[in-house]
Nanobody, 118 residues
Framework: QVQLVESGGGSVQAGGSLRLACAAS?????MGWFRRAPGKEREAVAV???????RFADSVKGRFTVSRDNAKNTVYLQMNSLKPEDTAMYYC???????????????WGQGTQVTVSS
């Protein structure tokens, strides 16, 4: 079992920045961030493997970065130039799988709310 603890959500005005952090209780090859906005499907925002290879949703490319500290089993999501459409509950996830596809994630955090006002 892997426990994930997220921090860093909150409210910000459009154009602002937030940084999310997620600490895992033990190592997993894949770590990442997903989000679910009201009335929408959950989507993968950014995923990163142990070696630092990352992928991003098209909607956040150029604005969000993801990083991880393997020594601390922690993954970070730096969100810049935030838009109202980024408003969602953000979930940290961890799992294993060569390509870190969404189905490879089998442990989930409780979620942290991000609200961006215009």
């Amino acid at each position: 079992q892997v426990q994930l603890v997220e921090s860093g959500g909150g409210s910000v005005q459009a154009g602002g920045s937030l940084r999310l952090a997620c600490a895992a209780s033990r190592y997993r090859y894949c770590m990442g961030w997903f989000r679910r906005a009201p009335g929408k499907e959950r989507e993968a925002v950014a995923v990163i493997n142990k070696d630092g290879t990352a992928r991003f949703a098209d909607s956040v490319k150029g604005r969000f970065t993801v990083s991880r500290d393997n020594a601390k089993n922690t993954v970070y999501l730096q969100m810049n130039s935030l838009k109202p459409e980024d408003t969602a509950m953000y979930y940290c996830a961890a799992g294993s799988g060569q390509y870190c596809t969404p189905t490879d994630f089998d442990y989930w955090g409780q979620g942290t709310q991000v609200t961006v006002s215009s």
